[in-house]
């Protein structure tokens, strides 16, 4: 009897594919060392936990076209992201046979998120469960399929390109503005690197905290557009937003204290105003101040801006959706 128990547990432990079910021990254990790698690689100079936010992204840019622990190092669009894969898989190594790469860079990207509302009284604390079951590509963790589709970057300023980005790729329906809206407080975290994207810069002050800072500066601040490439005209222009009304020049703005790092980009700043920009990215109205309203998603701006439960709330939905991209009900498992 004791005997048919057991191989009953054996059985129930193991997945369809062969592999043992992890457990919610062995799921804490692999987050202590997710825990242990961001904060090994804390900045010297600032502080500033810059793994947290590249974790968000590697657990977003996977999920382009199915979360599958699969990444295309050479898209320009996932320029920056091996800096953090690379050292995420000294740690997958040791537990490849538990779970999924796939699953592995959203645990990696959840832990960041939990460990980036510690010690922080304004943060969200957004429910955040761990599934298992996605499926590595046959090239994990690189990608040799066809390109992904990410929303394209000179299209930044666009609504358009970026609502329409949000439904296709993660199901974030444009009738309900509020989770493309709600997701895209993401970008409270981290920083542009003019080295991988062109842009430059943090969006707020605490670039390891999911705060409701970023929807704050939207709606408080005073933005103009400027061109980091001004004054070159052999190279194209990238625009992207400063705070204040004084048009000033790169050199002039790039300066060692994080508050003169403040920027967003054209998305951030589209999801707020209606900027109708030309092919460049260049905006019709060159201050916040003079910008209208953009009609689908300001209001939302403003919601989260006052309201962080609200936030917190619709982030984790829009946030859920995302990393299940690929998946149907039923796919997935919940760690118990
Ligand atoms: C329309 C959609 C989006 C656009 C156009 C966009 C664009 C960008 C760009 C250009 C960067 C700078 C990359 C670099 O220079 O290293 C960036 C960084 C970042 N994005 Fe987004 N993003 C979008 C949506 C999202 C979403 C949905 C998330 C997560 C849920 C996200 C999370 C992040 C994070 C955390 C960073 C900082 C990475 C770091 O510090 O290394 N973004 N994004």
Sequence with gaps: MQHRIFIAILMFKFTIEGSVAITKDQVKEIKKDIVEL?????DPK?????????????????CVGGCDGCLNHSDENNAGLSVYVGPL???????KTLLSRA?????AGITAIERSVEKCKDCIKPDLPFETGRKDCKDSPNYTGDPRSFPMN?????INNALTFMEEAFGLPRNE???????????????????HSGWEGIWTETPDQLSNRYYKSLVKQKWSQINLNQGDPRKDPVWQWQPGKKLTTTKARYLKKRKEKIMMLNTDMAFAKKLSPDATGEAICKVSSKCKAQPETA???LKYANDAKLWEKNFAIAYMRMIRTGYKDGDLTLVK
């Design 299 to 301: 209001e939302w701006v």
């Design 177 to 195: 503005p509020e989770l493309a809206t709600a997701l895209i407080g993401a970008h409270t975290l981290g920083e542009a690197h003019r080295e």
């Design 38 to 42: 961001i904060e090994a690689n804390r």
């Design 154 to 158: 000179a299209g930044h300023g666009d």
């Design 46 to 62: 600032d502080g500033a936990l810059h793994f947290i936010p590249g974790f968000v992204r590697v657990a977003f840019h996977d």
């Design 89 to 95: 898989e000294t740690i997958y190594l040791k537990y």
């Design 103 to 107: 699953d592995f860079w959203q645990l």
